[in-house]
């Protein structure tokens, strides 16, 4: 299936890339961080399948969909989910609220698959990577110019600055990207990692010592706000 990705956060356009590259029957032919510039794109090639954002701004997803002249299989992607009920009715295949895990993503793609060709469906999707999504280790994030690679065990803690958040590295470094601490909260919370403040979150195997209200790691003390200590304390069996 040849596809396409609309979305205005460069950070789920990178995910959503790495997705495709793991599933064999599916074609990437090209990206988009606004709807208004996929328009004449969509009218003008053949694509069969787009993952849409609906939040983005001066034109949503669902304005994009009532535009286009051409209507490929849909798979909405967004950060809410209000929308659900509006975009099954107007024909999507399916509705991922991000996060997205990536056997959540491969259903859906299954289910394009199945209206596309019914008979091939099972058969032509597979996943091209020996590592599932729940075993991966590392994301990707955007730093000035440049994707960089995070690995998660070489995180110490994350910093939330407003719109931006301060990665803390093992080897004394921090790397600033714009992304929110909470979508960051629920991308780590499965890899080892606890909120414990408003502006922190933190790599619970690097941590030194606990007291009553702080944690150390490397030579940081980081507070522990009251909202987030019985969570962390119940996290590590404190």
Do not use: W
């Not at 490929?72 to 991922?96: C, M, Q, R």
């Not at 990577?129 to 994030?141: G, R």
């Not at 921090?174 to 992304?179: A, C, G, P, V």
Request: glycine letters at 2%.
């Amino acid at each position: 299936m040849k596809c396409v990705i609309i979305d205005d956060e460069p950070l789920a356009v990178e995910l959503l890339e790495d997705f495709v590259r793991k599933i064999d029957s599916l074609e990437l032919v090209s990206t988009f961080n606004n709807a208004i510039d996929a328009v004449s794109f969509i009218n003008q090639n053949n694509v069969d399948l787009i993952f849409l954002d609906i939040q983005m701004p001066h034109f949503s997803g669902i304005e994009f969909l009532n535009t286009i002249e051409k209507k490929p299989l849909i798979i909405f992607t967004t950060a809410y989910s209000d929308y659900a009920v509006e975009g099954f009715n107007l024909g999507a295949v399916d509705y991922l609220v991000k996060p997205i895990p990536f056997h959540r993503f491969l259903k859906s793609v299954v289910r394009a698959q199945q209206i596309l060709n019914p008979a091939a469906a099972l058969q032509n999707i597979t996943e091209t990577t020996t590592t599932p999504e729940s075993e991966q280790d590392f994301m990707f994030v955007r730093a000035e110019y440049e994707n960089v690679k995070m690995n998660f065990s070489e995180i110490l803690f994350i910093e939330g600055l407003k719109d931006y958040v301060k990665i803390y590295t093992t080897d004394n470094k921090f790397t600033l990207t714009l992304i929110s601490l909470i979508k960051l909260e629920n991308l780590l919370s499965s890899k080892g990692f606890s909120r414990i403040h408003r502006s922190y979150i933190i790599n619970i195997k690097h941590v030194k010592s606990i007291q009553k209200n702080k944690v150390l790691i490397s030579d940081k003390r980081i507070p522990i706000s009251e909202s987030y200590k019985t969570a962390f304390f119940e996290k590590i069996n404190l």
